[in-house]
């Protein structure tokens, strides 16, 4: 990853406040797995319009999913994607998107086994 990352895609400092927020934004859900009563990732959704000219539709945007590395590959990502996708459709969104960064491969396909597919790639270039 980019050193620009946690200026520009992490979450906003302090992080704790910013979950505050987006757990009182009726826009926004986060969603944490745990198993075991252990807390093992999150994953934080939020629910956008499109542009004007796309006559009033909105798209649901995965903007973070994180599960601890020993935790992968027993279904809590997929549970917490389906949990988000559900709440996302009951608002009557069928457009989503997903963010990850390069060199991610893992979420990358994480993501593609869900159904998605990549539409979109942010260039970066820092002067120094």
């Not at 608002?91 to 396909?109: E, M, Y």
């Amino acid at each position: 990853m980019k050193p620009v990352w946690h200026s520009v895609d992490g979450l906003a400092e302090p992080v704790a406040g910013t979950l505050r927020g987006a757990l009182s934004d009726p826009q926004t859900t986060v969603w944490l797995g745990s198993y075991g009563g252990a807390d093992l990732g999150f994953l934080l959704a939020r629910d956008l319009p499109l542009l004007p000219q796309g006559a009033g539709a909105r798209r649901g945007l995965i903007e973070y999913v994180y599960v601890v590395p020993a935790a992968r590959e027993v279904g809590v990502g997929e549970a917490l994607l389906d949990a988000a996708l559900a709440w996302l459709r009951e608002r009557g969104i069928s457009l989503f998107d997903a963010k990850v960064l390069p060199g991610q491969r893992s979420a990358k396909n994480f993501f593609e086994g869900a159904g998605f597919a990549a539409r979109s790639i942010v260039m970066h270039h820092a002067d120094g």
